[in-house]
């Protein structure tokens, strides 16, 4: 399984970004893929996660109503649309997935695969 993640950039407060996830190699139908992020000095953290087949999702507090997680299943790509940027969304951002399984939410620990990470700066 490869994760390529693109779309990171520099952007001042209040702006958008839409990052993309392109995933191969991935032989389920239904799996999970989720968005994390890691700042300087902090943990890493769940941002947002999708399920691929009935399309259910979930967003950390922080980014409620201002991010959206989606994907294409055709193309294989997961995508989040930041909008409304602030500095304290500067960070890595990762995307990630795992097979099939029980539903692990913004858990971390319970994906399997990762992407190498996109910078996010917001200044």
């Known amino acids: 399984v490869q994760l390529v993640e693109s779309g990171g950039g520099l952007v001042q407060p209040g702006e958008s970004l839409r990052l993309s996830c392109a995933a191969s190699?991935?032989?389920?139908?239904?799996?999970?893929m989720g968005w994390f992020r890691q700042a300087p000095g902090k943990e890493r953290e769940g941002v947002a996660a999708?399920?691929?087949?009935?399309?259910?999702?979930v967003y950390a507090d922080s980014v409620k109503g201002r991010f959206t997680i989606s994907r294409d299943n055709a193309k294989n790509t997961m995508y989040l649309q930041m909008n409304g940027l602030q500095p304290e969304d500067t960070a890595i951002y990762y995307c990630?997935?795992?097979?099939?399984?029980?539903?692990?939410?913004?858990?971390?620990?319970?994906?399997?695969?990762w992407g190498q990470g996109t910078q996010v700066t917001v200044s």
């Open positions: 990630a997935t795992k097979g099939l399984g029980s539903w692990p939410g913004l858990s971390s620990s319970a994906y399997q695969y």
């Open positions: 999708i399920y691929t087949g009935s399309g259910s999702t």
């Open positions: 190699g991935l032989s389920a139908i239904n799996y999970a």
